[in-house]
């Protein structure tokens, strides 16, 4: 059962625009690492973006300079802001938090908390 809440996916043409939502009620939301994955059918979940507790982000090689990864700890919400999308972004992607005080986690297996995932198709 999924412990966060992902939302805001959806189909845009390439070059478009996507916000992804995490919703985070009563995880402990502050100072935990707070990421995002990605994945295809038949392939591992990959790394698209991970922000720590002293809001420094680090990103996927694919997705740097075009996906953004904020948070807002009043509201336990952490986002992903997706500009530039190529059809190679198609992918279910998954928000998820992590340890306390980590200053990067790049691994699914470094984090505890999923949510359910949301779709994201671009069209060429």
């Known amino acids: 059962q999924a412990q966060l809440v992902d939302s805001g996916g959806g189909s845009v043409q390439a070059g478009g625009s996507l916000k992804l939502s995490c919703a985070c009620p009563g995880r402990a939301f502050n100072n935990r690492i707070a990421g995002w994955f990605r994945q295809i059918p038949g392939k591992d979940r990959d790394f698209v973006a991970c922000?720590?507790?002293?809001?420094?982000?680090t990103y996927g090689d694919s997705v740097d300079g075009r996906f953004t990864i904020s948070r807002d700890s009043a509201k336990e919400m952490f986002y992903l802001q997706m500009n530039s999308l190529r059809p190679e972004d198609t992918a279910v992607y998954f928000c998820?938090?992590?340890?306390?005080?980590?200053?990067?986690?790049?691994?699914?297996?470094?984090?505890?908390?999923w949510g359910q995932g949301t779709q994201v198709t671009v069209s060429s």
């Open positions: 998820a938090l992590g340890p306390p005080w980590a200053d990067m986690a790049r691994r699914p297996t470094d984090y505890t908390d």
């Open positions: 922000l720590n507790w002293n809001g420094g982000p």
